[in-house]
């Protein structure tokens, strides 16, 4: 029962993501094409609230669920493998058509053809955890 919460917000999650179109492939490939404001307005509202949320953690010391303080620590200030990484989640992103929350909601929601994406997104994860040492960081 303790990770109760956890489900309960990973249901919310879902539903939130399919009814705000953010699990749609049209949706994304509107979005990669310039077509729709649509995912950016969905990105736009997460940036807001995240950079909202982290303020008030830091602001007001506020502690995870078991009690222990939550500690952010400052960027790197190299750009170049933020803008590498990001390259690289954003050719996984246009050619899957999810990233890595929607791929579940897509495969809960029934399209079990996600179930490749997730295998080689875990596969990807993986490997990069096999070569990370020898990796620029």
Same mark, same amino acid.
């Given at each position: 029962?303790?990770?109760? +919460?956890?489900?309960?917000?990973?249901?919310?999650?879902g539903?939130?993501?399919?009814?705000?179109?953010?699990?749609?492939?049209? &949706?994304?490939?509107?979005m990669? &094409?310039?077509?729709?404001?649509?995912?950016?307005?969905?990105?736009?509202?997460?940036?807001?609230?995240?950079?909202?949320s982290?303020?008030?953690?830091k &602001?007001?010391?506020? +502690?995870d669920?078991?009690? /222990?303080?939550?500690?952010?620590? #400052? +960027? #790197? +200030?190299?750009w170049?493998?933020?803008?590498?990484?990001?390259?690289?989640?954003?050719?996984?992103?246009?050619?899957?058509?999810?990233?890595?929350?929607?791929?579940?909601? /897509?495969?809960?929601?029934?399209?079990?053809?996600?179930?490749?994406?997730?295998?080689?997104?875990?596969?990807?994860?993986?490997?990069?955890?096999?070569?990370? /040492?020898r990796?620029p960081?």
């Amino acid at each position: 029962m303790k990770g109760l +919460k956890f489900i309960l917000a990973g249901i919310v999650f879902g539903i939130t993501m399919a009814k705000s179109e953010a699990i749609s492939w049209y &949706r994304i490939q509107e979005m990669f &094409r310039f077509q729709s404001f649509h995912m950016y307005g969905i990105i736009g509202t997460a940036v807001v609230l995240g950079t909202i949320s982290v303020y008030l953690i830091k &602001r007001f010391n506020i +502690k995870d669920f078991q009690g /222990n303080a939550i500690v952010i620590p #400052d +960027k #790197d +200030k190299s750009w170049t493998k933020y803008i590498l990484g990001g390259l690289i989640f954003g050719l996984g992103w246009a050619l899957t058509g999810a990233c890595p929350g929607p791929m579940f909601v /897509n495969i809960g929601y029934g399209f079990v053809t996600m179930i490749i994406v997730v295998i080689g997104a875990l596969g990807g994860t993986y490997l990069y955890g096999l070569v990370k /040492n020898r990796l620029p960081h």
